[in-house]
Each structure stands twice: as structure tokens, then as C-alpha cells.
């Protein structure tokens, strides 16, 4: 049985840096994808979905829920380990009620939890924009202007709240406060995932 934990936050929040972090010290027992990165393998591969999926992202748009859903659903049967950590997603209430009928209906996958590493605009902004700043030439990414942030942003909490309630309810809810210092948030998060494997 694989033991899924969706890691939700804002841009900026941290989320993919604290979740390799925890990754990375129990390897032997916990992967994970962020679906950012399993996207951008995509588009760097080159091929032709990876084309489609750069239409997307580079104009901060959310890319389709069925290419979403497959690269998940293929990146969790053919995880190494029984724990997995994946970020970034659901970040819309279409993505979230498609996601949670394919888990029903998988046998091998269990939800065992949803993190929220929550940070005020004011901070997420701040870490986004300083990372344009500190990136060499050529290494921005293109999702880190000001416009772009703005429509990211939008795009994380519009939804949110639906998204908040709809776990809340099902009991899978976890709220991390992600304005503390890098340790302090993966010590918490850490905590958490292993009291639940």
C-alpha cells in the first residue's frame, strides 16, 4: 500500500525545499516528486507533451488536469518506496475532485495526509521575487516576475478555501506555519509524516 501526502502552499512557501529535505534523510523509506519538477522533466525531454505543457507554465497557467493526473498517478505506482511526498498539487478544486475519485477507486494508494505550509503573500512574494534576484543570467526561471507571481498567486487562493474545507472534512488536513526558519518547519513536517507511516 502506497501512503500518499499531498504538500500544498503557497509560491514561495517552501514546500518543495522542505519536502526533499525530509526525502532525502529517510530515502530509504520516503520519496518524493514535486509535480513541478515531474512537469518541467517533461518539457525539458523535449517531447511533444512537454512542448504542451510549456505552453502552460510559461504564461503561469495551470496545465490540464488529465496530463496532471497521469504523470501522478504513473509517478506513485512506480515509486521505489511506500511513502510518498508529492507538492504542489491539488491547486484546483477540479484537480482536487478528480484526484480524490481515481484514489477511491486505486487500491494501492492510500491518503494519508494533506500539509498546508501556509505564508502570507507578503512573505511568498518576497522569497519569489529575491530568487529572481539571486538567479545567474540565463538560470530565471520563467515563472518568476512580478506579473506572472501575481497570476500565480490568484491561481493558489482562489480555490484554496473549497480546497481547505474539502480535507478538513474528510479529517486530512495539516496546517505547518511556513514563515519560520527552514529547520523549524522540516522538523515539523518530518515529525508529522513519520507519525503517520
Known sequence: MKKLFLIIGAPGSGKTTDASIIAEKHSDKIVHYSTGDMLREEVASGSELGQEI???ISKGALVPLNIIIDTIVSAINNAPV????????????EQMTAF??????????????????????????????GRRAEAAPGEERS?????VF????????????EIQKFYEEKGLLTVIDGERSLEEVVADMEQFVLSKI
Do not use: C, F, H
Not at 511506500?82 to 478544486?93: E, F, Q, V
Not at 491561481?155 to 478555501?161: A, E, G, Q
Open 54 to 56: 510549456e505552453s502552460y
Open 100 to 129: 480524490d475519485e481515481i484514489v477511491s477507486k486505486e487500491e494501492n494508494i492510500d491518503l494519508a495526509a494533506v500539509i498546508e505550509v501556509r505564508v502570507s503573500e507578503e512573505v511568498a512574494r518576497e522569497r519569489i521575487l
Open 143 to 147: 515563472d518568476d516576475s512580478e506579473e
Open 82 to 93: 511506500d511513502n510518498i511526498l508529492i507538492d504542489g498539487y491539488p491547486r484546483s478544486t
Open 150 to 161: 501575481v497570476s500565480r498567486m490568484k491561481i493558489y487562493t482562489d480555490p484554496l478555501p
